[in-house]
């Protein structure tokens, strides 16, 4: 089946035109697909997760408070910003140990939107009595430990399974979108990813905020988790179904509207991600982007 194709509109005349590949996987099996479903990329924050899921399995003390935070692509505001505070005091750490680098006006660490990530990863050393500077380089025990859950989730030799460095600076992952779907429909049989994804569905606002995709979708749909990646890759998971969707162009403007018709093939239904608005300067809506119908 061809990509699905999401189209940006100002005044009814077509701007721009996005392929966004994606595949759902139940038991193991394929059950829908648009383009490419071995199409390979890095997980990128997609990751984000199964990330917390060595924390969910170390640290009984983590709340859903904490484990959301970690699962996060934060915007720094005020409630998301408390929720790395009280990952770093519980830890315990301090801010200046963070190694996500510094974002924000005046710049710092915290604000950084992988900061909860990286507060999970100090709680993981602190659990484990490791030492926590170059936590986030490859041959470190934090990252070797986000490696082999990687495998394990999508079942797949830890030898085989690439690696790049994030925006962050921690290491990221590459597999196929089948795989990642796989790793989503089973994320909840993981050890400690019943406990993340349950955090994930209690504060879905921490995951990334309000007018996200992956937080809308967890908003709407009973049952699942999503989570948003650099490069238009967007993962989600429910009910023993994972989905994975990748703009080939990287733009993650397509990811909603682009979500909302491929989950229509498995019906269900997220009408708050059918169109994305383009609003002007003065506020005047100018133009929509959606998926093309087929």
Known sequence: MDALTVVV????????????????????????????????????????????????????????????????????????????????????????????????????????????KHAGMLALCRAHGWRSAGYRMEGHRVQRAMHTVHAEAADVDEDELPTGVDGCGVVTFALPLERMAYAFSRFEQLDGGARVAKAMRAYPDLIRGPKASDTILMKVLPGWIAKGGAEGLLCAGGNGIGVALKSEDGNGRALGPAAHAFLAKLDLDVPELAMLPIDNSHGERVGEIVAQAT
């Open 9 to 116: 509109r100002r005044a009814g005349v077509v701007e721009a035109r996005h392929r966004v590949h994606a595949v759902a996987v139940q038991d193991g099996a394929v059950i829908a697909e648009a383009g490419d479903p071995g199409l390979v990329c890095f997980m990128r924050s997609s990751s984000k997760p199964l990330q917390a899921v060595p924390l969910a399995r170390a640290r009984d003390d983590a709340d859903d408070r904490d484990l959301a935070i970690a699962s996060a692509s934060h915007l720094a505001d005020a409630d998301q910003l408390a929720a790395v505070r009280a990952l770093l005091s519980k830890a315990p750490a301090g801010e200046d140990e963070l190694e996500c680098g510094a974002d924000g006006s005046p710049p710092r660490k915290l604000n950084h939107n992988c900061s909860g």
